[in-house]
C-alpha cells in the first residue's frame, strides 16, 4: 500500500512532468524546427515525456488519483510554452530554466522527505531530478539568461510553479 505521502509526491510529479510535456509542445508548435536549439528542445522533451509515463506506470500500479488540474495544466503548460516562444529562443530557454530550477528544488526536498522509505519512488525522482538539472544546464548554455527581462520572466515561471505544486499536490 502506497502511504499518503508517497502518493501526494507521485500526483505532483506525474503532474509536473506532464505539463512539462505540454511545454515544450507549446514551444515546438511555435519554434518548430527552426530554433537555433530545437535538436536539444526535442530531446528533452522525449525526456520528459519518458518521466510522465514512468509516473503514470507507478500511478496506475499503486492506486494512486492524479491530479484533478490535469485540464488546467495542459491548457497553462503549452500556453506557457507557446508565449515564451513567441517572445524568441532565449525566452522559450528562460522558461526551462526556471521550471528546472523549481523542480530541482521540488525533487531534492522530497528524496530529503523521504529519506530511503520508498526505494523505487526515491530512485525515479533521483534520476528524473538528475535529467532536470541536465536541461536547466543545457538551457542557460542556450542563452536564457539572454532573455528580455531574464530576471522577471525567470522569478515569474518559478513563483508559477511553485503555486502549481502546492495545488496539485492536494487537489
Known sequence: MTSSRSARMLRV???GEYGATRIYAGQMAVM???????????????QEEDHR???????????VRPT?????WSVAGFALGAATALIGPEAAMACTAAI????????TEQLEELDGDD????????????????HRDAAL????????????????????CRAA???????
Not at 528546472?100 to 525533487?107: G, K, L, N, S
Open 68 to 72: 484533478l488540474l490535469q485540464p488546467v
Open 165 to 171: 505544486i502546492k495545488l496539485s499536490e492536494r487537489i
Open 119 to 134: 526505494p523505487e519512488l526515491s530512485a525515479a525522482i533521483r534520476e528524473f531530478r538528475d535529467d532536470e538539472r541536465e
Open 100 to 107: 528546472e530550477t523549481e523542480i530541482d528544488r521540488h525533487y
Open 53 to 63: 509515463a514512468r509516473f503514470d506506470a507507478l500511478i496506475a500500479e499503486r492506486g
Open 32 to 46: 518548430g524546427s527552426r530554433a537555433p536549439h530545437s535538436t536539444e528542445v526535442a530531446g528533452m522533451a522525449a
Open 141 to 160: 548554455a542556450a542563452g536564457a539568461e539572454r532573455a528580455p527581462a531574464y530576471p522577471l520572466l525567470f522569478n515569474a515561471i518559478r513563483l508559477g
Open 13 to 15: 510529479d506525474q503532474a
